[in-house]
T-cell receptor, first 114, second 113 residues
Framework: AQSVTQPDIHITVSEGASLELRCNYS??????LFWYVQSPGQGLQLLLK??????LVQGIKGFEAEFKRSQSSFNLRKPSVHWSDAAEYFC????????????FGTGTQLKVEL | DAGVTQSPTHLIKTRGQQVTLRCSPK?????VSWYQQALGQGPQFIFQ???????QRGNFPDRFSGHQFPNYSSELNVNALLLGDSALYLC???FGPGGETQYFGPGTRLLVL
């Protein structure tokens, strides 16, 4: 069964600092990988996705993520964090064998200090 | 281009009652998936509807049921509510059951007292 681990429950960074959120997945083949962001009381907004090809993918709001097959990781990065980036971030995996059920990690809560 | 919409936004029920939540998919999408997000947790897949049939189901009891209408909108029904059913219920839509990307609605916050 597929699974996702986000080892950091909470992360605090200063505005303008760089950010990396970790995500490790378990899946038998190359999965579809996603990062979503959730602001308080809101639904999920898609930041970026990886299906195949270039392992460095660019998303919205200046975010990027790198797929590393050897480490089963898909870490999210941003070179300079803005106060408005404070939110909860979810990594998710979907199977590629038909059906697009998403399996989510438990999320990382990002706090940005001014 | 209308995104995924859900109604109601908030709901309060008591134990044992039944509830119906509604979802309209993003324009052009024909597949609807439902997720439950308990406080402090990631969303958990409940089930998916395509062509008015349940296509996939997660590890949820039969108290959770659904329906999809010819216009692709969907309902989630939960019977015999338990306190543990309190959660944010998210609807996501995609083009086809294998559609690569799901887009989420704002959710319905259900509180069971």
């Amino acid at each position: 069964a597929q699974s996702v681990t986000q080892p950091d429950i909470h992360i605090t960074v200063s505005e303008g600092a760089s950010l990396e959120l970790r995500c490790n997945y378990s899946y038998g083949a190359t999965p579809y990988l996603f990062w979503y962001v959730q602001s308080p009381g809101q639904g999920l907004q898609l930041l970026l996705k990886y299906f195949s090809g270039d392992t460095l993918v660019q998303g919205i709001k200046g975010f990027e993520a790198e797929f590393k097959r050897s480490q089963s990781s898909f870490n999210l990065r941003k070179p300079s964090v803005h106060w408005s980036d404070a939110a909860e971030y979810f990594c998710a995996v979907a199977s590629t064998g038909g059906g697009n059920k998403l399996t989510f990690g438990t999320g990382t809560q990002l706090k940005v200090e001014l | 281009d209308a995104g995924v919409t859900q109604s109601p936004t908030h709901l309060i029920k008591t134990r044992g009652q039944q509830v119906t939540l509604r979802c309209s998919p993003k324009s052009g999408h024909d597949t609807v998936s439902w997720y439950q997000q308990a406080l402090g947790q990631g969303p958990q897949f409940i089930f998916q509807y395509y062509e008015e049939e349940e296509r996939q189901r997660g590890n949820f009891p039969d108290r959770f049921s659904g329906h999809q209408f010819p216009n692709y909108s969907s309902e989630l029904n939960v019977n015999a509510l338990l306190l543990g059913d309190s959660a944010l219920y998210l609807c996501a839509s995609s083009f086809g059951p294998g559609g690569e990307t799901q887009y989420f609605g704002p959710g319905t916050r259900l509180l069971v007292l």
